[in-house]
């Protein structure tokens, strides 16, 4: 069975630019996380879908950031535009279902720097 | 609010060496969910066990063992004969779905 992938790897922007991330699940799996990895530090959630719904955004900046998830599988997470901060890991994950603490599945993340 | 404690920034360990790495959590949640997950150099993080709070019972896979205990909030993890591939950091993880709060609440990992 396939895992969660996410392109690309690495990503490499000048500051105030725009980037996207790009998810795709695993089968079946219905909820979808998006997390940001600091150096040193634990993810950090940035946003849950159950299924194409965004049901907990509350940590998403929504000045600058934005996700979608079309159609209930693959997900986009846009970030513009981008700010020396916002260099990070990207993660996604997935996981069956919700409310019964389901594991969740975690893509290689996406490597940001802005510069 | 949850927050996941885990002391141990960095442990060295001799290869063949036992290690236990400490996970102290917080929750006003009865119901919860621990997680131990494992993030090596390529940086993808591999789910090694997940355990509700009414289950108390140690588990043990292999070389790996955790010790749950409610009474000390604390779910520690146990590697017996440590090889070289067991270089990562480990996170500790916290989740109480029944208030909505399904995200998981990350310790901030032990590198060994």
């Known amino acids: 069975e396939a895992g969660v992938v996410q392109s690309p790897r690495y990503k490499i922007i000048e500051k105030k630019q725009p980037v996207a991330f790009w998810c795709n699940p695993i089968?079946?799996?219905?909820?979808l996380y998006w997390y940001l990895q600091n150096l040193g530090q634990g993810p950090e959630l940035l946003i849950r879908y159950e299924n194409e719904e965004a049901v907990d955004d509350s940590q998403l900046p929504k000045d600058r950031f934005s996700a979608e998830r079309l159609k209930g599988v693959d997900s986009t997470l846009k970030i513009q535009p981008a700010e020396l901060g916002d260099s990070a890991v990207y993660l996604c994950?997935?996981?069956?279902?919700?409310?019964?603490?389901?594991?969740?599945?975690f893509g290689p993340g996406t490597r940001l720097t802005v510069t | 609010a949850q927050k996941v404690t885990q002391a141990q920034t960095e442990i060295s360990v001799v290869e063949k060496e036992d290690v236990t790495l400490d996970c102290v959590y917080e929750t006003r949640d009865t119901t919860y969910y621990l997680f131990w997950y494992k993030q090596p150099p390529s940086g993808e993080l591999v789910f090694l066990i997940r355990?509700?709070?009414?289950?108390?019972q140690n588990e043990i896979s292999g070389r790996y063992s955790w010790n749950f205990q409610k009474s000390t909030s604390s779910f520690n993890f146990t590697i017996t004969a440590s090889q070289v591939v067991d270089s990562a950091v480990y996170f500790c993880?916290?989740?109480?779905?029944?208030?909505?709060?399904?995200?998981?609440?990350f310790g901030t990992g032990t590198r060994l």
């Open positions: 089968s079946g799996h219905n909820t």
């Open positions: 993880a916290l989740s109480a779905p029944n208030f909505g709060n399904e995200k998981l609440t």
């Open positions: 355990r509700n709070s009414f289950d108390e």
């Open positions: 994950a997935s996981s069956l279902g919700s409310g019964r603490g389901y594991e969740q599945y």
